[in-house]
């Protein structure tokens, strides 16, 4: 499937879903190409995964933004494929530095630069430690095996919509919990 045909499907696996994230974060290695960017050399000519392209254009068309979180410890070289594959200017931010935090720091520039809530982002990347604590932000997160790929984008849109769901229904609950509790404080005086 080439990369119009891969567009196609995942702008019909959007359309099933009524929300869609605000934001979208990609990892580098593993996630959106198939190596770590360390181990090239600036001269080579990547590539993606087979899905990458597809499913970045498709979410661009629907009005997603979209966002790098690298902890590469070579982000010269991750910014030259960036550029050689024409896909940098697709980013609303690109946070690629190593750190020791496992990308919650990236996270927080982010969300400091674009002022999306985390609760508005998806996330997707190869490291379940990564996944774990981005998570524990508030950000859907998903692990990815084989790069991006259109099961794991209709598994993020899924979990996406679960999330925000929960966050609804707590929202209510809180709502109820307080509107009973002052009839109460009412009932006593
Ligand atoms: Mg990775």
Redesign the pocket.
């Known amino acids: 499937m080439g990369d119009e045909g891969v567009k196609n499907e995942a702008m019909e696996i959007m359309s099933l879903f009524q929300v869609l994230p605000r934001l979208v974060v990609f990892?580098?290695?593993?996630?959106l190409w198939p190596f770590y960017c360390e181990c090239r050399s600036k001269r080579e000519m990547p590539s993606l995964y087979p899905h990458a392209k597809g499913i970045l254009y498709a979410l661009k068309d629907k009005g997603a933004n979209l966002a790098i979180a690298s902890r590469s410890p070579t982000p010269d070289i991750a910014n030259t494929f960036l550029d050689k594959l024409e896909i940098k200017p697709m980013f609303v931010a690109q946070e690629i530095f190593s750190s020791w935090t496992h990308k919650t720091e990236h996270f927080q520039r982010i969300n400091r630069r674009t002022g999306i809530p985390y609760n508005e982002m998806l996330f997707f990347?190869?490291?379940d430690r990564n996944i774990e604590a981005v998570s524990k932000m508030g950000v859907t997160s998903i692990l990815v095996r084989n790069g991006v790929n259109l099961g794991a984008l209709r598994q993020g849109l899924t979990k996406f919509t679960q999330n925000l769901d929960s966050l609804e229904r707590n929202k209510q609950r809180w709502k109820n919990f307080s509107r009973k509790s002052s009839s109460s404080e009412r009932d006593q005086s």
């Open positions: 990892d580098l290695d593993y996630t990347d190869d490291e």
